[in-house]
């Protein structure tokens, strides 16, 4: 797929939000931040996502990561809506900033078109685009919804755990891997390296192959 994917660079974009101008590195800064779309205001499954970005903020701040979404919608209409998400969220407030994009000029350039939905007038709507960036203003991971299908922030969370550890420690995270479980160490780690790595120890599997590239650990 053309566009912004695994392993770009942001690009350093003026965007409006409801909370002003603002250019997203600076924005990102030193953080890990979440750059998250959706085809439109006043819709129902967007409504209960940023309700759900809103009850989860606290869970991402804790592990140092930023919110910011875009809607092809301007700032006016955005203010209007936060007060239906925030009343179906039961109070719970929108802490963080929504991107203006009435022109449809930004999601081209973050890669976040949805190639089948339009608006009633024929125009391109976002899709449930949603991409992790990391400090260095690079793609670490990105997902792509149907705008039909709203997305698991519970996986969102689950990914931004797993992108961290793999970028502290030399280590990958297995299938279904939940935070607080073992994760694998990198092949690239040696026998000898992984004992200083990682004191606590660490397990190997017993495969057929005799090979001793399955190592789990905890950290």
Known sequence: MPGLTIGDDLPNLQVET????MKLHDYVG?????????????????????????????KFGERGVKLVGLSCDDV????????????YNKGQKVTYPI???????LIKQLNMVDP???????????????????PDKK????????????????????????LQKAAKYKVA?????????????APSVSNEEAKEMFPQGFDTANLPSGKSYLRFTNV
């Not at 409801?18 to 101008?21: L, P, R, S, V």
């Not at 939905?117 to 391109?124: A, C, I, N, R, V």
């Not at 793609?139 to 997305?151: D, E, N, V």
């Not at 519970?154 to 990914?159: A, G, I, T, Y």
């Open 18 to 21: 409801n909370h002003g101008k």
């Open 30 to 58: 030193d953080s890990y931040t979440i750059l998250f779309s959706h085809p439109g205001d006043f819709t129902p499954v967007c409504t209960t996502e940023l309700a759900m970005m809103a009850a989860y903020a606290s």
């Open 76 to 87: 006016q209409s955005h203010n209007e809506w936060i007060k239906d998400i925030e009343a």
């Open 99 to 105: 991107i203006a994009d009435p022109k449809r000029e």
């Open 116 to 134: 089948d939905e339009t608006d009633s007038s024929g125009h391109k709507l976002p899709s449930r685009a949603l991409h992790i960036v990391g």
């Open 139 to 162: 793609i670490k991971l990105s997902f792509l919804y149907p705008a039909s299908t709203g997305r698991n922030m519970d996986e969102v969370l689950r990914v931004v755990e797993s």
């Open 173 to 185: 995270t297995p299938a279904n891997w939940k935070p607080g479980e073992p994760v694998v160490i």
